[in-house]
């Protein structure tokens, strides 16, 4: 049997390939693995050839799609545990980011915000499998619950 697809990367169009490249590099931890001069770049994490791709070749100086229109709701990347994700979530308040919202959906903990293209991402760190949430059939019960996000970053590190 062979092995199941996964999630390779997200590709973005952006304005600014350098404003993107610092947030994704600076803010969310991801080095450049590529560039391609002035209008391309990719990062990766844990030495993979990239998980984001960005670039400006349909889109240098554009402007966001507006609110409403059909397009990317988010991209979502996953950190290996609390301490890390709390990590995270501070040099995105530090770097004066705000976020969209943070939840606690039982599977894992989220916090949701706009890179500087305006996209959605989503930071999360999952839990164990065996600590999730399950009915009496032992059914996935995800919830949707408020997260203390002072909370997480006053315990990384």
């Known amino acids: 049997m062979s092995a199941p697809p996964s999630i390779g990367h997200v590709h973005l169009r952006v304005a600014d390939l350098e404003r993107a490249v ?32 960005l670039n400006t070749w349909d889109s240098k100086g554009g402007t966001p799609p507006p609110h409403g229109h059909t397009g990317l709701y988010h991209a979502a990347f996953l ?45 999360y760190r999952d839990r164990a499998p065996e600590d999730w949430p399950r009915d009496r059939e032992g059914h996935l019960a995800m919830y949707n619950r408020p997260l203390d996000v002072a909370a997480l970053v006053a315990e990384a590190p």
Request: charged residues 20%.
């Open 22 to 53: 610092a947030f994704y590099r600076d803010i969310l931890g991801f080095p450049v693995t590529a560039r391609y001069g002035d209008q391309a770049a990719f990062l990766g994490a844990g030495g993979y050839h990239h998980h984001i791709g």
């Open 79 to 123: 950190y290996p545990d609390r301490e890390a994700l709390g990590t995270v979530v501070r040099r995105v308040l530090d770097a004066g980011i705000s976020l969209d919202g943070a939840a606690d959906h039982g599977v894992s903990e989220a916090i949701y915000l706009r890179d500087p293209e305006g996209n959605g991402v989503e930071l």
